[in-house]
């Protein structure tokens, strides 16, 4: 049995190759946060920790109005933000995959390049744009459409969200892209040779054909968005708490490990069943019938 | 071309000098045909000769550049490809990989929201006469290439269209299977009573089902018939050549009339004096065309004209053997019966039979000396 020899040689050569990654994500993933959760349990008593397991944390939390509304608001802002991505990124994915020919890639790159330049620096510009004696509200006054600066453009919940759709749109525009780039063009052909026009096209066979695309984008656009403290805080002004920030502090400044270990643990959670949610249920909606398929 | 001698605006479609430019590349160079009502009609030509490109145009996936396209005598050029009642059997099927078989064949049904009862009886008819019913449950995946096929042509067909264009849909399957569905396609044409226009490179594809043969090459039509004139009857060397590999010696046309369409040619193996084709004219290239089954070895019989040739090669196929022989400067291949004596690097006596040659337009194609 020579055969044999060859897969035993194949499994070891796998085991080679995929035992440093396992090894890395058990260490500086599944290992921190696995102390994490112990943490979750103890308690605080001045400056030190107290190793005595106990669920009052968690109860603390879940009976807070403010710790639930924190997650909630993640929560929201994470959904919020990804449907957003998600219907500006469609046209553009469809224009770049189907329409452009010679400058596919130069123009791919140009949606990279904000990508570059880092966070703050995109944030400022947008406070620039956005600020009361901004870009924007000088340009409405001098066209004299209004007569004072609109306020609510920046440190608004409106104002984190326009810079939090800006931020994201990249990891949403390029999973739909290459979902949408690796479709054949006669699909479409054909939906519009069997009487489908273009909104039927799109609804009955990119939009589910593309479907693992989409749920990708936006997995990485909603992990993102509810993981990102940094833009709330500086767009949002008074609205700029987030759990996030909430767990920051808790780690930082409140020292009080215990709590905000149960916190992340609470968001971690609470944010993996909704996205469970969301996904299943494009999954089993008429558009979720391109991955659907796939496990026939 | 119509069996029947209708007029032509009885035509279920008529293309007008279209036309196709892309940039500075002309692909179609305006060509005028007719399709007739209930026909099969086939596109032959090499890869890159356009046919490709017309179908699109016709079925609106294109658009043309110049030219007219009428269906039943009226224009749609200015249709979208979804309110022409024309369907298309793609090359590589295009069938949606999320539907069902069922849902695959029902799209069509449901986009002109036909009541859901009548759908499940259509889509059901339609899987039935392409034998696929019992796996109308399955994803397009699961099935084999010509099961695959199946699907797509009900696909097309369930809709009830005025016209088929299929392209080159056979080209994905093995031999037997292409064989099998050349068989099926034929008889499906009949029994839906519809026409069909099918583009292949394929020519005995494109005999074993057509009723009209349109010969493309580089973007132009170099001859509309029947197989069996198309076969028989070639206008130019590019179709002779094309079609079975006629053999071809060039020659210079002596004498010509015009009314009767014969002419003489002084060629290698003497002058003769034979049919001429359409496009035969005085003062421009002619070739003497006749087929390798035509040759054979001479008798001494009247009627025939006999020539001396130099063999260069033996092809043994079963009942018959292929035998390329040198007359000058030309290569002529002659079928013989297998019995026949020959032998490489003799010389040998071969004829023709007078009837059989015809004079056509054009030299011999340079290609043929590679293969």
């Known amino acids: ?296 | 071309m119509s069996s029947d001698n209708s007029p032509t605006s009885s035509h279920l479609l008529e293309a007008r000098g279209i036309l196709k430019d892309y940039d500075t590349f002309r692909a179609v160079h305006a060509v005028y045909f007719d399709i007739p009502h209930n026909c099969f009609v086939t596109i032959l030509g090499p890869s890159g000769c356009g046919k490709t490109t017309i179908l699109r145009m016709i079925g609106g996936f294109e658009s043309i550049t110049a030219g007219s396209i009428h269906l039943e005598g009226v224009p749609i050029m200015d249709v979208m490809p979804y309110d022409r009642p024309i369907n298309t059997v793609f090359q590589n099927y295009a069938l949606f990989p999320h539907l069902r078989v069922e849902d695959n064949v029902a799209f069509g049904l449901k986009m002109r929201r036909m009541k859901k009862t009548e759908i499940r009886s259509r889509v059901n008819d339609a899987l039935e006469s392409v034998r696929m019913a019992s796996l109308a449950r399955r994803y397009p995946s699961q099935l084999s290439g010509g099961q695959q096929q199946r699907v797509a042509l009900a696909r097309a067909f369930v809709n009830e269209p005025k016209l088929l264009l299929l392209d080159e849909p056979l080209g994905a399957l093995d031999l037997k299977m292409r064989r099998h569905m050349q068989v099926e396609l034929k008889d499906l044409q009949k029994r839906l009573a519809l026409s069909f226009l099918y583009v292949t490179h394929d020519q005995e594809e494109a005999f074993a089902l057509s009723d009209i043969i349109i010969v493309m090459n580089s973007g132009r039509i170099e001859q509309i018939g029947t197989p069996v004139n198309i076969y028989h009857a070639p206008e130019n060397t590019y179709v002779a050549d094309f079609i079975g590999g006629a053999n071809l010696l060039e020659g210079r046309l002596t004498e010509f009339d015009s009314s009767a369409r014969r002419g003489h040619l002084e060629t290698e193996i003497g002058t003769v004096e034979a049919a001429c084709s359409g496009s035969v004219k005085p003062d421009e290239p002619a070739s003497l065309c006749f087929r390798a089954e035509e040759i054979g070895v001479d008798t001494g019989i009247g009627g025939d004209i006999s020539f001396k040739a130099l063999v260069s090669h033996i092809i043994f196929q079963g009942s018959s053997k292929l035998v390329e022989v040198h007359t000058g400067k030309h290569k002529l291949i002659a079928k013989l019966d297998h019995d026949v004596p020959v032998t490489v690097g003799e010389p040998i006596k071969l004829a023709v039979a007078k009837a059989k040659l015809r004079i056509v337009h054009g030299s011999p194609v340079v290609a043929k000396e590679i293969h």
């Open chain 1, 1 to 296: 049995m020579k055969l044999t020899g060859i897969e035993a040689k194949r499994r070891r050569t796998a085991l080679v190759l995929t035992a440093p990654n396992v090894l890395f994500v058990l260490a500086f993933c599944v290992l921190p946060l696995g102390v994490l959760f112990s943490y979750s349990f103890f308690q605080v008593d001045f400056v030190s920790i107290l190793r005595e397991p106990t669920f009052d944390n968690y109860n603390r939390i879940i009976h807070s109005e403010t710790y639930r509304g924190l997650i909630l608001k993640a929560l929201i802002y994470g959904l919020g933000v990804a449907v957003l991505c998600g219907v500006i990124a469609y046209p553009l994915a469809l224009f770049i995959a189907k329409r452009v020919n010679i400058y596919k890639s130069a123009l791919l790159t140009l949606l990279l390049i904000p990508l570059y330049t880092g966070d703050l620096i995109r944030i400022f510009a947008w406070r620039v744009v956005l600020g009361a004696e901004g870009v924007l509200n000088s340009l409405l006054m001098w066209l004299g459409l209004i007569d004072e600066p609109i306020w609510f453009l920046l440190f608004s919940p409106f104002a984190t969200t326009v810079v939090l759709t800006y931020n994201y749109l990249p990891f949403m525009l390029f999973p739909l892209w290459a979902a949408i780039e690796a479709l054949d063009d006669s699909y479409m052909e054909a939906a519009m040779d069997l009487g489908s026009r273009d909104l039927g096209v799109f609804f009955r066979i990119i939009l589910p054909l593309s479907g693992p695309g989409l749920v990708a984008g936006f997995l990485m656009v909603f992990v993102l968005v509810v993981g990102d403290y940094l833009t709330p805080q500086l767009m949002g002004g008074s609205s700029g708490v987030t759990v996030t920030s909430a767990i920051h502090d808790m780690f930082g400044a409140a020292f009080d490990w215990p709590t905000g270990s149960a916190l992340a643990w609470l968001l971690l959670s609470s944010m993996a069943l909704f996205v469970a949610c969301v996904v299943y249920g494009f999954y089993r909606s008429p558009w979720g019938r391109g991955i659907r398929k796939q496990d026939k």
